[in-house]
């Protein structure tokens, strides 16, 4: 059988593994127990189950693995935003393009995205979700690039912290390329 690398014929473009699918499993697992530990009180005490968001394309993957490692009930929604240069549109520097069908107000909303680098999407993102007044608002991502960060912005949960390298696979795209490799590569410059 051909490998998954031939198959793509993506070989010579993206470099070593800089997590396997066993680290990453290990990594989510770790996330959604943390995440079941802090909200077993929210849903018992108040009977609200966490509302999931994640941010398309690129959170498909992780969103996936993520809730069943949760062990609660909780409601899964996507949204998907288009990011602008600051200041080109008058309405903000994010647009949503699909919203959730949910109503947000007064409930505990995690947002589940791939990766946080400069903090622009996140930021814009999390103010206009606040706008709806949820009860609680917290921020899960796959991988954080913490030594780019143009604005201060903190996920609650963070699989891994990666370097400024631009990686691929698990639901990251290069060009629409490569999100459905199994474990986290660099990409080639
Ligand atoms: P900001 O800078 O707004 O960026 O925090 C978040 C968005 O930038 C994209 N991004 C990447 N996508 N590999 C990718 O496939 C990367 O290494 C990478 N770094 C940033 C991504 O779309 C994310 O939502
Ligand atoms: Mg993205």
Same mark, same amino acid.
């Not at 602008?84 to 919203?99: A, H, N, R």
């Not at 959730?100 to 107000?105: A, D, P």
């Not at 949820?134 to 891994?160: H, M, Q, W």
């Given at each position: ?21 066993? =680290? $990453?499993?290990? /990594?989510? #697992? ?11 009180? @929210? &849903?018992? %005490? ?22 069943? =490692? $949760?062990?609660? /009930?909780? #409601? ?11 200041? @080109? &549109?008058? %309405? ?68 891994f912290e990666i370097e400024n390298e631009f990686v691929v ?21």
């Amino acid at each position: 059988m051909k490998s998954v690398q031939s198959m793509l014929g993506i070989k010579d473009n993206i470099d070593q593994i800089l997590y396997s699918k066993e =680290e $990453i499993a290990q /990594a989510v #697992k770790r996330v959604g127990e943390e995440i079941t530990r802090d909200y077993a009180e @929210t &849903v018992t %005490s108040t009977g609200r189950k966490p509302l999931m968001i994640g941010i398309l394309k690129g959170s498909f993957m992780f969103m996936a693995d993520l809730v069943r =490692e $949760i062990d609660l /009930a909780c #409601k899964v929604e996507f949204m998907a935003a288009k990011s602008y240069g600051q200041g @080109t &549109v008058s %309405s903000g520097f994010v647009q949503i393009v699909k919203d959730v069908e949910t109503m947000i107000e007064g409930r505990d909303v995690i947002v589940v995205e791939d990766i946080l680098d400069t903090g622009n999407t996140l930021n814009e993102l999390c103010a206009l979700l606040r706008a709806r007044r949820p009860n609680s608002l917290k921020v899960c991502v796959f991988l954080d690039k913490r030594g780019t960060r143009k604005i201060p912005f903190e996920a609650d949960y963070v699989c891994f912290e990666i370097e400024n390298e631009f990686v691929v696979g698990y639901g990251l795209d290069y060009a629409e390329r490569y999100r459905n490799l199994p474990d986290l590569r660099i990409l080639k410059q």
